[in-house]
């Protein structure tokens, strides 16, 4: 009798055991992710006085680094840092008739406040529904003038520089799709849509939007 308590007993310390292995909550999530992004917006739309005409360059190029802990079964905050980037064009006046256009090359970091919800659950699939707050920071610009006799510089004219924010916050809103291999590691799509508090500009009439998609590898543990 007193084996069987014993036995019983320790197959009770199992169980509870292995069910504490089993929850999500506390659990600490790292992932690695790069993909695709289309802005809207994201350039001088308003011709002004000097006749510089821009235009968006699509698509931009995102890699990042995220980590969160389940405060919940179900809530995940989740901080984000993010490489972007991205491009926009203008094209010069004729009162410059040797330079045809400027490609200008954004490189701006990213650092995200995200809330997920776990939607869906299964033992290898598991659907988030994300909100979030984006705040984006330029780090540098490279240009690249195309002349009119098809040579290239890199020189940096005031004429055209300058055209974009240093910095710019806005609302995220995105679906995490997670395949489970294991326990530990997973491989994530994550489509998503950010929409800024103000204008690319500040001149510009209409709102700057973007679009992304992500793909990734997330690692999680307790």
Known sequence: MKKT????????????????????????????????????????TV?????????????????????????TEKFRPRVELKFVQMQQGVYWTDAY????????????????????????????????ASLGVTNEFNSGSMYKNLLTDGTH??????????????????????MILKYKINRTIGVT???GYNYYFRNYLRINDDSFQRLFLNAGVEFSFN
């Not at 197959?11 to 809207?40: C, H």
């Not at 776990?118 to 988030?128: R, Y």
């Open 97 to 128: 008739p040797n330079f045809d256009k400027t490609i200008v090359t954004l490189y701006n970091f990213d650092f995200n406040i995200n809330l997920d919800y776990s939607l869906i659950k299964t033992e290898h699939f598991e659907c988030f």
């Open 189 to 191: 799509l994550t489509p």
């Open 47 to 71: 011709i002004g006085t000097d006749g510089f005409e821009y235009y968006g360059i699509k698509p931009g190029f995102s890699i990042g680094l995220d980590m969160g802990i389940f405060v």
């Open 5 to 44: 308590a014993l036995l019983f007993l320790a197959f009770l310390f199992t169980l509870v055991f292995v069910s504490a292995q089993e929850t999500d909550k506390n659990r600490v999530s790292i992932g690695l992710s790069s993909g695709w992004l289309s802005n809207s917006n994201a350039y001088k």
């Open 153 to 174: 510089s890199f020189n940096k004219y005031k004429a055209v520089s300058g055209q974009f924010p240093e910095a710019i916050s806005g609302g995220n809103v995105s």
